[in-house]
């Protein structure tokens, strides 16, 4: 909840900075934007009564300083050895990489995800929903003006759903579950920037909606654990029921609305000919899907201890009755859009 001035500033100038970097006619400009952004949402990071917040703010700072510097002075130096114009279209494959490397770093796709999971495991519930989602708009849409299917694209996207699958499977920290998610997720965002504006805009959409319901709630409970999301006692059992349905539907289970941007995206990397990158990624996120329902068969058939008396029991808020209703949208909500596409 905004109870500060000062925050509400920040998150102003933090969206302002995004608006300027994607609105842009040059890279100058769109750098000049990601700064802005930076140093909005590092004030909203440091938390005096946290250590962790401040060392996150410290390794996020850092990497987003190199990915800019990077960024800066390839765009200073195809200006000046290239004799190109200061646009965001730049027609060199070296300055290209070098370009996308930067804002690759920027959004912490794989291989340029070192920073992420750590990161996350030190922010709040709403500053890492933040930066999942919001501090990925700026760097996405400026990769979508320079992005061409190349080996270094393919190999992106690879790595991206490779490490997001995998990196996963031995945590049992929330957060960095949701950060290997991310990144997983990122591998197929970029495989959408290739096809069309629309498909990744309808994935990250889909995405920020699922990642909204399943932090609202774990913030609502105060879960930063499995082991608490496994034995914490809401008010009656369609709490749980929507933490671990929203779970499976951010993971992509067929009858959940996560599965709808994937299958669009798969039918269309299938018609236009990309049948290795397809089988790799459905693969990859089949691996995701694995340790999702790991979760919540274990959630859902085990029995658990559970206290009569918690203060999570205490915490109904409307973030949380908020959450419980997109819980139950994820649900159902692929059943519901197949019906609207049929009728329309």
Not at 22 to 27: M, R, V
Not at 61 to 82: D, G, M, N, Y
Not at 101 to 124: C, D, I, Q, R, Y
Request: charged letters at 5%.
């Amino acid at each position: 909840m905004i109870n500060n001035p000062t925050k509400l500033l920040f998150i102003a100038t933090l969206m302002g900075g995004t608006v300027i970097s994607i609105s842009s006619n040059s890279w100058f400009g769109a750098w000049v934007g990601l700064e802005i952004n930076l140093l909005s949402f590092i004030p909203l990071l440091t938390n005096t009564s946290n250590l962790m917040t401040t060392e996150a703010s410290l390794k996020y700072f850092l990497t987003q300083a190199l990915a800019s510097a990077v960024l800066l002075f390839t765009v200073i130096f195809s200006s000046l050895i290239f004799s190109f114009p200061n646009t965001l279209l730049t027609l060199n494959p070296f300055i290209n990489s070098l370009i996308n490397s930067s804002l690759l770093l920027k959004m912490g796709a794989a291989p340029f995800h070192f920073w992420f999971p750590g990161v996350m495991e030190g922010l709040t519930w709403m500053n890492g929903f933040i930066l999942m989602t919001w501090q990925k708009i700026g760097p996405l849409m400026l990769l979508s003006y320079n992005l061409s299917l190349n080996i270094f694209t393919t190999l992106v996207i690879f790595m991206s759903v490779v490490v997001g699958s995998i990196g996963g499977l031995n945590q049992s920290s929330l957060r960095k579950i949701l950060a290997y998610s991310s990144i997983n997720h990122l591998g197929w965002l970029i495989s959408a920037l290739m096809l069309g504006e629309n498909l990744w805009n309808i994935y990250f959409i889909t995405y920020s909606f699922l990642t909204a319901t399943i932090i609202f709630m774990l913030q609502s409970f105060g879960i930063s654990h499995l082991n608490q999301a496994f034995t914490f006692n809401p008010t009656g059992p369609i709490v749980k029921f929507a933490l671990f349905s929203s779970l499976l539907s951010l993971g992509g289970l067929p009858p959940f609305l996560g599965f709808l941007p994937k299958w669009i995206i798969i039918q269309n990397l299938t018609s236009s000919g990309m049948i290795f990158i397809v089988t790799v990624m459905v693969t990859m996120t089949l691996i995701t899907l694995f340790y999702y329902l790991r979760l919540g068969f274990s959630a859902f058939m085990l029995s658990y201890p559970e206290s009569l008396w918690s203060e999570a029991s205490l915490k109904l808020n409307s973030p949380l009755y908020l959450s419980i209703i997109f819980g139950m949208i994820s649900t159902m909500g692929l059943p519901i859009s197949s019906l609207i596409m049929h009728l329309i």
